[in-house]
């Protein structure tokens, strides 16, 4: 009995001494502040119904679309070494006063997409001939401006290496594969801010006033910024629903936790699976638990539902009393990166419909 109460003990400890990180699926601790309410939920199921009108005439032209995603993601990673190469001649030290506009120039610009334009041989080299079908749909290209704000010059105060942000790209481009989508990188901007490292978070004036400042592009555009999330620890990063790009465009993008990214050293959260979920949230989709057991959920039907975030990584784990055990695998959910391997087909086709009807991708 006595042994018992120990053992017990014991374990309290450990669990205690645990990092804040690891008890994500604790109700009381959110690694990512993106949650839908109603209202989301409502224009989500809007933008599907519209856009399962819209496909009925345009199937053939997205499978013919989606099989020139592979060339894109090569051609990306090149424009993105290119890109890497040409933000480091910039030198840290002139970001300080940085005036954003000034990277708009150049590069970043070459290779902009323009979604619902017919393709041309010149308005992108990767569209494809020009002389093939007037009517499919621009290949979906995201443009993405990396904003990395920093405490100081250390690794620790969030000045994270070029090497990481091409990783993250890769990886980002590799967990969406299949999806029709190609990330390119088309900008990095580095800035020193004690204040916006520190105390930028979901709904914080600091997020606000970076945001203003740093934002580039419009609703195809994937801004993300990296920061410390100093105040609000255990929080890995928050998006922006495609839907509330209309009422505020600068606010639109991903903030994320400097560590997260690949090689960042957050145990477990560092395979850069957090900018994926983010992205997923930027194209319309919600947690996989959200809702619980019961109702709509996350508005999928190829994802079971879940009563609440898996922690770690227990495979067989089953919430609800519904057909299928729960999704731990599904980069929606909060289990650790390495424990993460899938969108399912129909996530990733609600992500196109939801992103097509309301960022024009
Ligand atoms: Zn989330």
Same mark, same amino acid.
């Not at 990092?19 to 109700?27: A, I, L, N, R, S």
């Not at 490292?197 to 978070?201: D, H, K, R």
């Given at each position: 009995?006595? *042994?018992? !109460?120990?053992?017990?003990?014991?374990?309290?400890t450990?669990v205690l001494?645990a990092?804040?990180?690891?008890?994500?699926?604790?109700?009381t601790?959110? *690694?990512? &502040?993106?949650?839908?309410?109603?209202?989301?939920?409502?224009?989500?199921?809007?933008?599907? &119904?519209k856009?399962?009108e819209?496909?009925?005439?345009?199937e053939?032209?997205?499978l +013919?679309?989606?099989?020139?995603?592979?060339?894109?993601?090569?051609n990306?990673?090149?424009?993105?070494?290119?890109?890497?190469?040409?933000? +480091?001649?910039?030198?840290?030290?002139?970001y300080?006063e940085? #005036?954003v506009?000034?990277?708009?120039?150049e590069?970043?610009?070459?290779?902009?997409?323009?979604?619902?334009a017919?393709s041309?041989?010149?308005?992108?080299?990767?569209?494809?001939?020009?002389?093939e079908?007037?009517?499919?749909?621009a290949?979906p290209?995201?443009?993405?401006? !990396?904003n990395?704000v920093?405490a100081?010059?250390?690794?620790?105060?969030?000045?994270i290496? #070029?090497q990481?942000?091409l990783?993250?790209m890769?990886?980002?481009n590799?967990?969406?594969?299949?999806?029709?989508?190609?990330?390119?990188?088309?900008g990095?901007?580095?800035?020193?801010?004690?204040?916006w490292?520190?105390?930028?978070?979901f709904?914080?004036?600091q997020?606000?006033?970076m945001?203003?400042r740093?934002?580039r592009?419009d609703?195809?555009t994937?801004?993300?910024?990296?920061?410390?999330f100093?105040?609000t620890?255990g929080?890995?990063?928050?998006?922006t629903?495609?839907?509330?790009?209309k009422d505020d465009?600068?606010n639109?993008?991903?903030?994320l936790?400097?560590?997260?990214?690949p090689?960042?050293?957050? *145990?477990?959260?560092?395979?850069?699976?957090? *900018?994926?979920?983010?992205?997923g949230?930027?194209?319309?989709?919600f947690?996989? !638990?959200?809702?619980?057991c019961?109702g709509?959920g996350d508005?999928?039907?190829?994802?079971p539902p879940?009563?609440?975030? &898996?922690?770690g990584c227990?495979?067989?784990?089953?919430?609800?009393?519904?057909?299928?055990?729960?999704?731990i695998?599904?980069?929606? #959910?909060?289990? !650790?990166?390495a424990c993460q391997?899938?969108?399912?087909?129909?996530?990733?086709?609600?992500a196109?419909?939801?992103?097509?009807?309301?960022r024009?991708?």
């Open positions: 009995m006595r *042994l018992s !109460f120990i053992t017990l003990a014991l374990v309290s450990l001494a990092p804040q990180v690891e008890e994500k699926g604790d109700d601790v959110q *690694l990512c &502040a993106t949650h839908a309410s109603s209202e989301d939920y409502k224009l989500a199921e809007r933008a599907v &119904a856009a399962l819209m496909e009925k005439n345009s053939k032209a997205i +013919k679309a989606q099989l020139k995603t592979l060339g894109n993601i090569k990306a990673k090149e424009d993105s070494d290119r890109i890497i190469k040409n933000s +480091k001649s910039l030198g840290v030290e002139e300080d940085y #005036d506009d000034d990277l708009t120039e590069d970043s610009l070459k290779t902009r997409p323009v979604p619902t017919k041309t041989s010149s308005s992108s080299k990767y569209e494809g001939d020009s002389n079908d007037e009517e499919k749909p290949i290209i995201v443009r993405v401006f !990396f990395i920093m100081n010059r250390t690794f620790e105060g969030g000045n290496p #070029d990481m942000i990783r993250q890769i990886v980002l590799d967990n969406y594969r299949g999806s029709g989508l190609t990330f390119k990188l088309a990095v901007t580095r800035i020193l801010n004690l204040d490292f520190t105390n930028v978070g709904d914080t004036p997020e606000d006033a945001k203003r740093l934002h592009g609703a195809t994937l801004n993300v910024y990296t920061v410390g100093v105040t620890p929080l890995l990063g928050y998006a629903f495609p839907w509330s790009y465009s600068l639109d993008g991903v903030v936790l400097f560590k997260s990214l090689g960042g050293g957050l *145990l477990n959260y560092n395979l850069g699976r957090t *900018l994926v979920h983010e992205v949230h930027w194209l319309g989709l947690h996989t !638990f959200e809702g619980g019961f709509i508005g999928v039907a190829d994802t879940e009563a609440k975030p &898996a922690v227990p495979v067989g784990r089953d919430t609800c009393r519904s057909a299928g055990v729960d999704p695998h599904n980069y929606m #959910d909060y289990t !650790f990166d391997n899938q969108f399912t087909r129909g996530q990733i086709r609600r196109r419909q939801i992103s097509s009807i309301y024009g991708l």
